[in-house]
């Protein structure tokens, strides 16, 4: 890993603003991916493990870092190293950066989906107003509770699965959080997003924003459904609008 981050160094010093608008303009691919597990097993694992988390408060899998939050940061740190830290710099091809970043947000699944990560600002403006994610789900005390909390999402998921979750909601949803629909024997129908449930009893969010209990035996009809109530992104973001969503949402680790 010292000898990829020193090369980088030489390839990138004096120019680094440059080189961070190429990546920024960069559209990875699958191709990127492979070609950044081929570079992390022979040049990053030795110091940063095979799972990204070989050095005390980083974990690149997940996205954690202590200087970094867009790729453009990400080819920075990669071009400048950190002093005092024992990182220097590394000499790749411009191509070679962008698989070694491409595979870091593919969550180091060689086979994953690309990620692209913009900028935190713009992104939390945009879950704030036009992606009108606070209409359902809760970010450090803001929003509604009625789809999961994000405020640690980047602390428990992947980038690729964070950004699954935004372009096919209903591939990315585990299972506890799927909604349910329930009929009491007085035929009041309650929905909401499921929390726990056991042989005889469930709890879920319903859509009120309140905790309801209910026992199986008082139900007249009980179902999970299998698709989210949450649309794509997509269908109302652009790539660039999603790529600044995701880092924002790659900045909420929790306490």
Not at 167 to 187: C, E, F, H, K, W
Request: charged share 20%; proline share 4%.
């Amino acid at each position: 890993m010292r000898l990829l981050f020193w090369a980088l160094g030489f390839l990138l010093a004096g120019s680094t603003g440059s080189f961070a608008q190429a990546v920024q303009d960069h559209q990875y691919s699958t191709a990127d991916i492979e070609t950044g597990s081929r570079l992390y097993a022979a040049q990053c694992a030795l110091c940063h493990g095979v799972t990204g988390d070989g050095v005390n408060g980083i974990n690149l899998r997940l996205g954690q870092f202590r200087r970094v939050a867009s790729d453009d940061d990400l080819a920075r740190v990669l071009a400048t190293g950190v002093a005092g830290a024992g990182m220097p710099a590394f000499k790749f091809q411009a191509a070679e950066v962008n698989g070694i970043i491409a595979f870091i947000r593919a969550g180091f699944d060689p086979t994953g989906t690309p990620v692209k990560v913009g900028t935190a600002a713009k992104g939390q403006a945009l879950v704030d107003g036009k992606g009108r994610c606070l209409t359902c789900h809760r970010i450090n005390g803001r929003g509604i509770r009625t789809a999961p909390d994000l405020s640690d999402i980047a602390a428990v998921r992947t980038p690729a699965a964070i950004q699954r979750s935004l372009l096919d909601p209903t591939s990315a949803m585990l299972p506890i959080n799927r909604p349910v629909r329930a009929v009491t024997r007085q035929g009041r129908t309650i929905r909401g997003r499921r929390l726990n449930e056991d042989m005889f009893t469930v709890q879920l969010m319903d859509e009120e924003e309140q905790l309801v209990s209910l026992v199986k035996a008082d139900l007249r009809e009980y179902e999970v459904l299998k698709t989210s109530t949450m649309p794509s992104a997509a269908k109302t973001l652009s790539p660039e609008e999603i790529a600044d969503v995701m880092a924002y949402l790659l900045t909420l680790k929790g306490q």
